[in-house]
């Protein structure tokens, strides 16, 4: 759905742009010919359009009126400013005025009505999606508290554990009564309840009936996003991954990386003066630390960042936001993502990627292969620059973080492709220009 309401936005958007074109050449003073570089340059503008509203997360990031105006607006107007520094840098304006900044009005009015289209919907299936779940006390409680990170939870309506959800005296079918008095729409089973052929018995009749019935570990991964860790053994990760199984994909993935450090090394190169004039006034040091991490299949490298700490600058601990020695210009430099611009370097060396998981200093690693199951599954890819965990979960700040990680990067290893690669590069440039959300 969210693939499909994006789709209708960019198609939308490319419409009203070419009709407005259209127009403007039947109405103008002197007609003319729509077509040639004038109709390439309203592709272009549409196409910055589009772009700028997938980066904002229109139309499905928005939770409120007052973020659908802001995400829309904001979404013009930066369409407005790309189309006119490419014509600027082309040499003069293509398009008509007329186009421009009919073009902006009409689409951003035109974001705004898909964006409240869409909270309609996700409302609508908020109020639908009605879960009852058959599972222990510690799985409810994590799902319970995994569920208050989604923006438009399913509503938990009821749960039963697998030993009462067996038949017992006069109740033939507990599961199936309590089912309908809670009006559940989607039934999630753990291990132990799909183990249980009394139970699954009782599923099979709700799932004629209409119910979708999910494994927890299912659930997890179409609604949450990750995969759990607690439902997993070392068999059900003996997935396809992109990197590993698909030779095209990863050869791929490496020219999107070169071309992608290669377009940010001009942005690179323009904030070094600046951040060197920072360090000089408020974070006196070295300009870079670099840092061993571990790479794909185990190996060493060393990564290299703008510095934003003192002392060891985060050697020997957990780093966390209000980290005492962070510096106040480390700080913007965090917050804004400059100080990652120089991994640019490692990517075109090799040692890393754009998108993957996070690369952990080494003893780190040690601690969270004895600790963390499967934990070693994510050095089967290249690390990266940034990620879906990073996306989703932020930095990690413990074991219990890098645990939730975890089911973050199986999630992404399971799914690896460009086209999530792309979904995941949008997010991140989101969460940089300050609209977050999934």
Same mark, same amino acid.
């Given at each position: 759905?969210?693939?499909?309401?994006?789709?209708?936005?960019?198609?939308?958007?490319?419409?009203?742009?070419?009709?407005?074109?259209?127009?403007?050449?039947?109405?103008?003073?002197?007609?003319?010919?729509?077509?040639?570089?004038?109709?390439?340059?309203?592709?272009?503008?549409?196409?910055?359009?589009?772009?700028?509203?997938?980066?904002?997360?229109?139309?499905?990031?928005?939770?409120?009126?007052?973020?659908?105006?802001?995400?829309?607006?904001?979404?013009?107007?930066?369409?407005?400013?790309?189309?006119?520094?490419?014509?600027?840098?082309?040499?003069?304006?293509?398009?008509?005025?007329?186009?421009?900044?009919?073009?902006?009005?009409?689409?951003?009015?035109?974001?705004?009505?898909?964006?409240?289209?869409?909270?309609?919907?996700?409302?609508?299936?908020?109020?639908?999606?009605?879960?009852?779940?058959?599972?222990?006390?510690?799985?409810?409680?994590?799902?319970?508290?995994?569920?208050?990170?989604?923006?438009?939870?399913?509503?938990?309506?009821?749960?039963?554990?697998?030993?009462?959800?067996?038949?017992?005296?006069?109740?033939?079918?507990?599961?199936?009564?309590?089912?309908?008095?809670? &009006?559940?729409?989607? @039934?999630?089973?753990? $291990?132990? =309840?799909?183990?249980?052929? %009394?139970?699954?018995?009782? +599923? /099979? #009749?709700?799932?004629?009936?209409?119910?979708?019935?999910?494994?927890?570990?299912?659930?997890?991964?179409?609604?949450?996003?990750?995969?759990?860790?607690?439902?997993?053994?070392?068999?059900?990760?003996?997935? &396809?991954?992109?990197? @590993?199984?698909?030779? $095209?994909? =990863?050869?791929?993935?490496? %020219?999107?990386?070169?071309? +992608? /450090? #290669?377009?940010?090394?001009?942005?690179?190169?323009?904030?070094?003066?600046?951040?060197?004039?920072?360090?000089?006034?408020?974070?006196?040091?070295?300009?870079?630390?670099?840092?061993?991490?571990?790479?794909?299949?185990?190996?060493?490298?060393?990564?290299?960042?703008?510095?934003?700490?003192?002392?060891?600058?985060?050697?020997?601990?957990?780093?966390?936001?209000?980290?005492?020695?962070?510096?106040?210009?480390?700080?913007?430099?965090?917050?804004?993502?400059?100080?990652?611009?120089?991994?640019?370097?490692?990517?075109?060396?090799?040692?890393?990627?754009?998108?993957?998981?996070?690369?952990?200093?080494?003893?780190?690693?040690?601690?969270?292969?004895?600790?963390?199951?499967?934990?070693?599954?994510?050095?089967?890819?290249?690390?990266?620059?940034?990620?879906?965990?990073?996306?989703?979960?932020?930095?990690?700040?413990?074991?219990?973080?890098?645990?939730?990680?975890?089911?973050?990067?199986?999630?992404?290893?399971?799914?690896?492709?460009?086209?999530?690669?792309?979904?995941?590069?949008?997010?991140?440039?989101?969460?940089?220009?300050?609209?977050?959300?999934?």
């Amino acid at each position: 759905m969210s693939r499909t309401g994006t789709g209708l936005t960019a198609a939308g958007t490319f419409a009203l742009i070419v009709a407005l074109g259209l127009m403007h050449s039947r109405i103008a003073e002197n007609p003319y010919s729509y077509g040639g570089s004038r109709l390439w340059w309203s592709v272009a503008l549409a196409g910055a359009f589009s772009l700028a509203a997938y980066a904002l997360g229109v139309p499905h990031v928005p939770q409120n009126r007052r973020q659908a105006i802001a995400a829309s607006v904001a979404a013009a107007t930066l369409g407005l400013l790309s189309i006119s520094t490419g014509q600027a840098l082309a040499g003069g304006q293509v398009l008509p005025r007329f186009v421009v900044l009919g073009g902006t009005l009409t689409v951003g009015t035109w974001f705004l009505c898909a964006t409240a289209v869409s909270l309609r919907i996700r409302r609508r299936n908020q109020r639908e999606d009605r879960i009852l779940l058959v599972s222990d006390v510690e799985a409810e409680a994590r799902l319970r508290s995994e569920l208050l990170d989604l923006s438009h939870p399913p509503t938990l309506a009821a749960t039963i554990r697998p030993e009462d959800a067996r038949p017992h005296g006069a109740v033939p079918a507990p599961l199936v009564a309590i089912a309908d008095e809670a &009006d559940a729409s989607v @039934v999630v089973l753990d $291990r132990a =309840g799909q183990s249980d052929q %009394l139970i699954v018995d009782q +599923v /099979a #009749l709700l799932h004629e009936r209409g119910v979708r019935v999910r494994t927890l570990s299912l659930f997890y991964e179409q609604w949450l996003l990750r995969l759990p860790v607690a439902e997993l053994e070392r068999v059900s990760l003996m997935f &396809d991954i992109g990197e @590993v199984h698909r030779a $095209r994909y =990863g050869r791929r993935k490496r %020219l999107v990386d070169v071309a +992608v /450090a #290669l377009i940010g090394l001009p942005v690179l190169v323009g904030v070094t003066p600046f951040v060197l004039l920072g360090n000089l006034l408020g974070n006196r040091g070295p300009l870079l630390f670099r840092q061993d991490r571990i790479g794909k299949h185990g190996r060493r490298f060393r990564i290299t960042k703008f510095r934003t700490m003192v002392g060891t600058d985060g050697a020997g601990s957990w780093t966390t936001a209000s980290d005492p020695r962070i510096t106040p210009f480390g700080r913007f430099l965090r917050r804004s993502h400059i100080d990652e611009l120089p991994q640019l370097l490692d990517v075109l060396r090799g040692s890393l990627s754009i998108v993957g998981p996070r690369p952990e200093q080494p003893h780190y690693v040690d601690e969270l292969v004895g600790k963390l199951p499967f934990y070693d599954l994510r050095h089967l890819v290249q690390p990266g620059l940034t990620g879906w965990a990073q996306i989703s979960q932020g930095y990690a700040s413990s074991h219990a973080d890098a645990l939730e990680k975890l089911q973050f990067e199986f999630w992404y290893l399971r799914h690896q492709s460009l086209l999530l690669d792309f979904r995941i590069l949008a997010r991140t440039l989101r969460s940089v220009i300050g609209s977050d959300g999934r």
